[in-house]
């Protein structure tokens, strides 16, 4: 009898902070290192305020760059990223990365 083990998708890694501005973050990422390259694969940002304890969620994307936009200026927002695949299943979630929105700063003019 031959039984069929499932690979378990590994975690994606920290997203990686691309740009920050007053009320914007770009952030990007890689797939998981034994992604199953036969199943198509959505992203999923999350994110939230430093402090708060329900996420927000971007819509499913097949692209490896997300930019979140609508944020307060000079605001610490922490920032994850699932998997999701086509046949239904889910991949753990990315570590949690911390990044602080920008401030505008008053002009001397």
């Not at 490896?64 to 936009?69: A, I, Q, R, S």
């Not at 990223?81 to 949690?96: H, I, K, L």
Request: proline letters at 6%; charged letters at 25%.
């Amino acid at each position: 009898m031959l039984c069929r083990v499932a690979t378990i998708p590994a975690k994606l890694g920290i997203p990686m902070i691309m740009l920050v501005t007053k009320s914007s973050v770009t952030l990007s990422y890689k797939p998981p290192a034994n992604a199953d390259d036969s199943k198509a694969m959505k992203y999923v940002t999350k994110y939230r305020k430093d402090g708060d304890s329900e996420w927000e969620s971007m819509p499913e994307t097949s692209e490896l760059t997300e930019t979140v936009t609508g944020l307060d200026e000079n605001t610490i927002y922490e920032f994850a990223v699932a998997v999701n695949y086509e046949d239904g299943t889910s991949g753990p979630q990315s570590d949690v990365v911390r990044v602080k929105t920008k401030k505008t700063v008053a002009s001397k003019f």
